[in-house]
């Protein structure tokens, strides 16, 4: 009996090794590419450092600066990036919800080669895919205007100017809205057929199924996409960094752009540091806000 306790024993610890040997790359990486810098940048976000000198002057100032001397420049960068996110997060669900419905249909032939064409898009990297735009919206020899002149539309300036720039980074935005179909999708298969013919056994019609048994089914995606949604529109850069010039920099002067201009082309790490952990703490507030409110959000025991 001994023998045995002490054998269970030796196998329960050589489990324990072998599964902390197989997570232990991932536990590298958290602490090396993740915490590390984290604590790097905590700590020098307290000094005035360039990278080049030691860190000097320890004190508040990288964190009070952008409500006193810099409030302008903060404000602004943080009021377009709300804005671009507040338009693009409902516009996004919309689409993505809209086209997960067409393809869920499994009776329309040849909708997986559809499902693959609204991913494909999601497949282009985005420093790739803001210079591809950079090119489709030239004022002077872009396709986008080429197909405006033939539906005899005059040309639009796209991102060739301050008053439009914002507008069609919110419209260039939608063409990545494919990469949550798959999800979107996966939620609606995982939706009980037992509550959907027992609507169509009561005559209920496509629209009250939609509002009554598949909106409210589909609430944790629902509520999963609104919470990456806001973290993911809060840290816009490489899209609007790819496509900002001179002539619309005022629209598409992003948080996170605004954090890379400080770091590397104003050398100032210290106070880029600084506004990376505002910017954790927006985030982090927001989303600690957004968990108090999913009291809507319908589990697979609630259905």
């Known amino acids: 009996m001994l023998i045995n306790t002490q054998t269970k024993k030796w196998n329960a610890i050589k489990r324990e090794i072998v599964g902390h040997i197989f997570i232990l790359p991932l536990i590298v990486c ?17 000094f005035d450092y360039d990278i080049v000198s030691p860190p000097q002057n320890f004190g508040l ?30 516009l996004n669900f919309v689409m993505t919800f809209s086209m997960s419905l067409f393809l869920n249909q499994k009776h329309i032939k040849g909708v ?12 282009i990297p985005a420093v790739v895919g803001g210079l591809l735009w950079q090119n489709i919206t030239d004022p002077y020899y872009g396709v986008a205007n080429m197909l405006l002149g033939k539906l005899g539309i005059p040309p639009f300036d796209w991102f060739s100017s301050a008053d439009t720039a914002l507008v069609s980074l919110f419209i260039t935005s939608l063409f990545g809205v494919g990469g949550g179909t798959i999800i979107w999708i996966a939620q ?48 816009t850069f490489s899209s609007a960094f790819v496509l900002m010039n001179d002539a619309n920099a005022s629209s598409l002067n992003f948080f996170v752009v ?16 600084a506004q990376s952990w505002l910017l954790f703490v927006i985030i982090a507030v927001l989303s600690v806000f957004m968990f108090k409110l999913n009291k809507f959000v319908l589990y697979g025991e609630d259905f």
């Open 258 to 273: 605004g954090i890379y201009t400080l770091a590397f082309g104003k050398n100032a790490f210290g106070y880029a540091c």
């Open 112 to 123: 997986r080669v559809f499902r693959v064409l609204y991913y494909i898009p999601c497949l």
């Open 188 to 235: 609606m298969n995982a939706i009980p057929e037992s509550l959907l013919e027992s609507a169509e056994v009561e005559g209920a019609g496509y629209f009250r199924k939609l509002f009554q048994i598949i909106l409210p089914c589909c609430s944790p995606m629902i509520f999963y996409s609104l919470i990456t949604g806001v973290i993911g529109g809060l840290q």
């Open 30 to 46: 958290l602490l090396g590419f993740t915490f590390f810098p984290m604590g790097v940048s905590l700590y020098y976000s307290f």
């Open 61 to 90: 100032q990288n964190y009070i600066n952008p409500f006193t001397l810099d409030w302008h420049g903060f404000s602004s960068s943080l009021a377009i990036t709300f804005l671009y996110t507040l338009v693009t997060l409902p």
